[in-house]
């Protein structure tokens, strides 16, 4: 089965012949950023090489959250909280966004003691935000018999609907003046003077002086073509939805056996709480010491395989001429699929602690590629080797909430307005100055 329905959108026929910039890639960070810019006067056209939103900004959980987020992410996230509260009457359309709240379980006093902690990173910011009991949580989700010693609540945290989201901002970004293009591949970026003149895409060049690349798995491919490093991997989520349950709880909630939110048609998004699925593939050894910090930390939420996907990835070229098809035309949506076994997994357990979804019935199962970096951080980031060119990618899952401050960072960054928040954090250039590469998120 293909992967969720998302709402469809028709890009532009017409390719135009120049633009101030050119944002490749249609998930949530590419509509945001274009967005941003359109509302702001600057003329720019997005091109999707597939169709929008069409990869993991649709097939992620729908959390807009800033609990237990890596505390780097923090400041962003609170602004993108405030920018997800009016979305909908600023784009004319409907997100399905709503503040909800996100619960983390904690299974014991350690995990107890460590969420307390980690919520002294919102004081500043005066989000509300609390530690719950044991009994307090089953008060919460009556019938519930979840094994844990209580949990940290953030009634301002919310979810939206993923496969509406990135749609809906490419058509108000459309509204504001903005170009969007769709199966229109970017081949590449040109140069004059050593900075950006343009791209070429797969219906023609357009002229520009600034690019943003908001590629998400893809965005390595196309940056190493032109010389510039980064270091990128991917990491298979699987997910499914049930159809509508009634009497179910409206926060969503994170276990370490299963995660779930409630879906605007009243069913849920349902997904493991930890496990995810890492292909080997010829990447992973040429990143295997960048990511060698993130794999100590993370290894028993990791599940490794070889299977077809290293053939695929071996079979990509990693260069190629900008008058010839390029590997994302080959390629227009990633769809993986998913692992029965995995959601079999995750669905059984929440059946265990949570029985009113002994009711629920599978509606649809599928995947996505979350595209990580070294430190769980993103990069939002000029490319200081080439003028002109920046990225915003590498959301490592925590992309979809944080997308629309993400959107407006890139923005300030490329029109040379003071940032949103300081970007020191996401800059490219961490991974080679000899900075150390920490990892801070996760429990």
Not at 24 to 53: F, Q
Not at 118 to 126: A, D, I, T, V
Request: proline share 7%; glycine share 10%; hydrophobic share 40%.
């Amino acid at each position: 089965m293909p992967g969720p329905y998302v709402d469809p959108f028709h890009g532009d026929a017409d390719l135009p012949a120049k633009v101030d910039v050119v944002v490749i890639g249609g998930g949530i960070i590419g509509t945001s950023t274009a967005l941003e810019l359109a509302e702001r006067g600057i003329s720019v056209a997005l091109c999707e090489k597939g169709g929008i939103g069409h990869e993991q900004s649709s097939r992620n959980w729908g959390w807009v959250r800033i609990s237990r987020r890596d505390p780097r992410e923090v400041p962003l996230m609170a602004e993108s909280l405030r920018l997800w509260q009016g979305m909908d009457e600023r784009i004319g359309r409907p997100t399905g966004y709503t503040r909800a709240g996100i619960i983390f379980t904690c299974a014991d006093e350690e995990s107890l003691a460590q969420h307390e902690r980690w919520g002294r990173h919102l004081e500043p910011y005066q989000i509300e935000h609390r530690m719950l009991s044991g009994q307090e949580l089953a008060d919460m989700m009556p019938g519930s018999r979840f094994d844990v010693k209580g949990a940290l609540y953030t009634p301002t945290d919310g979810r939206a609907e993923p496969q509406k989201a990135a749609p809906a901002i490419a058509e108000a970004a459309r509204d504001k003046g903005a170009h969007v293009l769709t199966e229109c591949a970017v081949r590449g970026i040109e140069t004059a003077g050593g900075r950006v003149s343009g791209v070429v895409t797969e219906r023609g060049p357009i002229a520009c002086s600034q690019v943003v690349l908001a590629g998400g798995a893809w965005s390595s491919l196309f940056s190493n073509r032109f010389g510039i490093d980064l270091p990128q991997l991917k990491v298979m989520n699987t997910v499914l939805r049930t159809k509508p349950l009634e009497n179910g709880p409206s926060q969503a909630l994170w276990h370490k056996d299963f995660a779930f939110r409630k879906r605007r048609d009243g069913g849920y998004t349902v997904a493991s709480g930890h496990e995810n699925i890492v292909d080997i593939v010829p990447a992973s050894f040429r990143y295997a010491r960048n990511f060698l910090p993130a794999l100590k930390s993370e290894w028993a939420s990791l599940n490794f395989r070889l299977a077809g996907r290293f053939l695929d990835e071996i079979r990509i070229p990693r260069s190629w001429a900008m008058d010839e098809a390029s590997p994302f035309e080959y390629a227009r949506v990633l769809d993986p699929k998913p692992s029965k076994a995995m959601a079999d997994k995750f669905l059984a357990a929440l059946k265990r602690a949570y029985p009113l979804f002994e009711k629920a019935e599978v509606a649809q199962t599928w995947a996505g590629y979350i595209d990580v970096t070294p430190d769980a951080v993103p990069v939002i980031s000029p490319v200081e080797d080439v003028p002109g060119f920046h990225i915003a990618t590498g959301f490592s899952g925590h992309g979809f909430g944080i997308g629309p401050a993400a959107g407006r960072l890139m923005a300030d960054l490329v029109t040379d307005r003071p940032p949103l928040v300081d970007p020191a954090a996401f800059r490219l250039s961490r991974f080679f100055d000899g900075s150390k590469v920490e990892i801070i998120s996760g429990f």
